[in-house]
């Protein structure tokens, strides 16, 4: 079993800059990615930025030149930096990650999310 931990969420104004914070524990052969989703209000879940278990980055074309992903392998750690944020980016936003297990299965959780605001 993997549960992950969400932080960062909060309400900030349109321009300032935030970081989000996921940490993983629990048991697995191997971690093969973890990354951010986001969902809005009345939209569907939708991807933000994955990061690959050797650096390999991928990102949603809406958010790539506003988003950093970055991960702390010491620490089963991921981070979404989210700089010159606007309304729209207003959304609850899910860590999620994809292990290998001992027994060679590849299984996905989900955080709970964390909510962030954009408003003046």
């Known amino acids: 079993q993997v549960q992950l931990a969400e932080s960062g969420g909060d309400l900030v104004q349109p321009g300032e800059s935030l970081r989000l914070s996921c940490a993983a524990s629990?048991?697995?052969?191997?971690?093969?990615?973890m990354g951010w989703y986001r969902q809005a209000p009345g939209t569907q879940r939708e991807m933000v930025a994955v990061m690959a278990s050797g650096g390999g980055t991928a990102y949603a074309d809406s958010w790539k030149d506003r988003f950093t992903i970055s991960r702390d392998y010491a620490k089963n750690t991921v981070y979404l930096q989210m700089n010159s944020r606007k309304p729209e980016a207003t959304a609850v936003y899910y860590c999620?990650?994809?292990?290998?297990?001992?027994?060679?299965?590849?299984?996905?959780?989900w955080g709970k999310g964390t909510l962030v605001t954009v408003s003046s």
């Open positions: 999620q990650i994809s292990v290998r297990t001992f027994k060679r299965n590849d299984e996905d959780y």
């Open positions: 629990g048991r697995w052969n191997r971690i093969r990615s």
